[in-house]
């Protein structure tokens, strides 16, 4: 059956072999059969630059280059982690970077695909962070760096993350209501997928009379998450990871 993959927030990084693991068979028994696979961002823990060729991220470009070598389109939007991905890494891999907000033809339904953290008007230490981090100057200053300056400098960030994270209530983190409809009504769909939130679910509701649907793809934390849409509708599903 033609259906389409989606994923988001996997966070890969050296430390977690077993992601890595269960993200490797997934491209390479489950993506290969699908008519695209949509990647919307988070897919690293951090990246700091297309040319950081450590033999990690070599491999999980191998990963990619082996799918769409095989002709099957893979697509990206970039994560809050994984913003400074660029045109050397889709060169390298055949993926095709999108815009933060794309409209796609789901097997007939327009839907609205992102990777979420927009939407978290909540969170406003955070979105002055994003603005200050997104300025295109800033961006050239830090890829001027050494490499090894910018791994202390996305470590130290990471870190800080974290611990402001532990310090924000669940309701700042999740979206805001109003800017999901205005999102949609914006782009004139009724459907969105989008990541960031870590809380897998497909939400339904209806406003004005018109019947909208989010849903919400989970993290690779503790298993792998993935979203199957086909001409029939969409199926949140999990992948269990291998412990060796």
């Not at 990647?39 to 060729?53: K, P, R, T």
């Not at 949609?184 to 989008?194: F, P, Q, R, S, Y």
Request: charged share 20%.
């Amino acid at each position: 059956m033609p259906h389409t993959l989606f994923i988001a927030d996997l966070h890969l990084s050296p430390t977690r072999p077993d992601i890595t693991d269960c993200f490797e068979r997934f491209m390479q028994q489950e993506v290969i059969h699908a008519d695209a696979l949509y990647v919307l961002g988070d897919l690293f823990e951090a990246w700091i630059g297309d040319d950081d060729n450590s033999p990690f991220h070599q491999q999980i470009k191998a990963a990619f280059s082996a799918v769409t070598e095989r002709g099957v389109p893979v697509y990206f939007i970039h994560g809050n982690r994984d913003f400074m991905i660029g045109q050397r890494f889709a060169m390298e891999t055949g993926v095709t970077l999108l815009n933060e907000l794309e409209c796609i033809d789901l097997y007939g339904t327009p839907t609205l695909i992102l990777h979420g953290d927009t939407l978290c008007l909540e969170d406003i230490d955070y979105q002055a962070f994003r603005r200050k981090v997104h300025q295109p100057w800033l961006q050239r200053l830090f890829l001027c760096l050494p490499l090894t300056w910018r791994r202390k400098i996305a470590a130290k960030m990471r870190a800080g993350s974290a611990n402001a994270n532990q310090q924000k209530s669940s309701t700042i983190m999740d979206v805001t209501p109003q800017e999901v409809q205005r999102q949609l009504d914006k782009a004139g769909v009724t459907n969105m997928i989008h990541g960031h939130t870590h809380r897998p679910h497909i939400h339904q509701w209806h406003q004005h009379g018109t019947a909208y649907q989010r849903i919400v793809l989970g993290d690779w934390y503790d298993h792998g998450s993935v979203l199957m849409c086909s001409a029939q509708g969409c199926d949140l599903q999990t992948r269990n990871f291998i412990h060796r």
